[in-house]
């Protein structure tokens, strides 16, 4: 299945103390070709572990400062509020986790099983062999009704050409015949 989904990454640059999203669509297996399922099944989990410390950079940076009444020689200070953007951010990448935990666990289950053993794949590529042989043997006598069907048809090709060739000839004596006839009786009335 091709899954369209939105994917944030956010860099945490610790001079500026600043947060920069950049957005892209991610479409994968049609913007990506990968090799083989191991192969996403590593760029998703590289994907899931830089959701998680992107999370992590972005909960750090939003959120409010706690106080302790006992280490806190003033305590004047109250908690400031969170903002909504933090929120915002907190379920764009609960989603982003969620999402890109399905698609592990589908590349997962797409994964050939354990069941799979040396016996099992030997006993499933020697079937194979013998369909092939089967299919082989077809296409040998296929091939051979084809030849014999060519050899009849060239037959009966070379036959009506023959038939034709007799017709012909015996169409231009006639008419041999026939101008011989004509011309002595014309030479005879005369």
Excluded: W
């Excluded at 945490?12 to 070709?33: E, Q, V």
């Excluded at 890109?100 to 020697?126: C, F, G, M, Y």
């Excluded at 299919?135 to 069907?149: C, I, M, P």
């Excluded at 004596?173 to 009786?185: E, I, K, P």
């Amino acid at each position: 299945t091709c899954l369209t989904t939105k994917r944030v990454k956010s860099c945490l640059c610790p001079s500026l103390k600043t947060l920069t999203i950049i957005s892209f669509d991610y479409h994968s297996n049609r913007s990506r070709r990968m090799a083989d399922r191991l192969t996403q099944l590593q760029d998703a989990v590289n994907q899931q572990s830089e959701n998680f410390c992107n999370s992590i950079g972005v909960l750090q940076q939003f959120s409010k400062p706690t106080f302790f009444p006992e280490f806190d020689k003033s305590s004047s200070k109250s908690p400031t509020a969170q903002t909504q953007s933090s929120e915002d951010f907190a379920q764009l990448f609960a989603t982003l986790i969620a999402r890109t935990a399905k698609d592990i666990d589908v590349l997962i289950d797409s994964l050939p099983n354990e069941e799979s053993t040396p016996e099992l794949q030997s006993a499933a590529l020697r079937r194979l062999e013998q369909e092939n042989s089967d299919s082989a043997q077809r296409l040998t006598e296929t091939v051979k009704r084809g030849e014999e069907l060519l050899e009849q048809i060239q037959n009966a090709l070379q036959d009506i050409a023959q038939s034709q060739l007799k017709m012909q000839c015996l169409h231009s004596s006639t008419d041999d015949t026939n101008s011989a006839s004509n011309s002595l009786n014309n030479n005879s009335n005369n």
